[in-house]
């Protein structure tokens, strides 16, 4: 894969981390006892390579108490990251 491919997957990955941040919910009293915004500030890009190439992927940590993905079930309710990716 060529420099100038990994650059432009960089650079999209770059423009919709703030999107995805910016459609996340976000509880006006936090969610069982985690700040106001939890998932919000875990939102992050993964890089990697397989054997198609280099790739980024936008993800989250944010774990539910029960260490269920709290990113997953809230894309279910209210899907925040496919919005951003339109």
């Known amino acids: 894969?060529?420099?100038?491919?990994?650059?432009?997957?960089?650079e999209r990955a770059e423009?919709?981390?703030?999107k995805v941040?910016?459609?996340?919910?976000?509880?006006?009293s936090g969610s069982h006892?985690?700040?106001q915004g939890y998932l919000r500030a875990n939102i992050r890009t993964r890089y990697a390579r397989?054997?198609?190439?280099?790739?980024?992927d936008v993800v989250t940590q944010a774990?539910?108490?029960?260490?269920?993905?709290y990113?997953?079930?809230q894309e279910q309710l209210k899907p925040?990251?496919?919005k951003a990716i339109e």
Not at 15 to 18: G, N, T
Not at 21 to 28: I, L, N, Y
């Open 63 to 69: 774990r539910t108490p029960n260490g269920f993905p």
């Open 71 to 73: 990113g997953r079930r």
């Open 80 to 82: 925040y990251m496919k």
């Open 15 to 18: 423009e919709i981390v703030p």
């Open 1 to 10: 894969m060529s420099d100038g491919m990994v650059t432009i997957i960089v």
């Open 33 to 35: 006892g985690r700040k």
């Open 50 to 56: 397989d054997a198609q190439g280099v790739f980024a």
């Open 21 to 28: 941040k910016g459609f996340a919910p976000v509880s006006a």
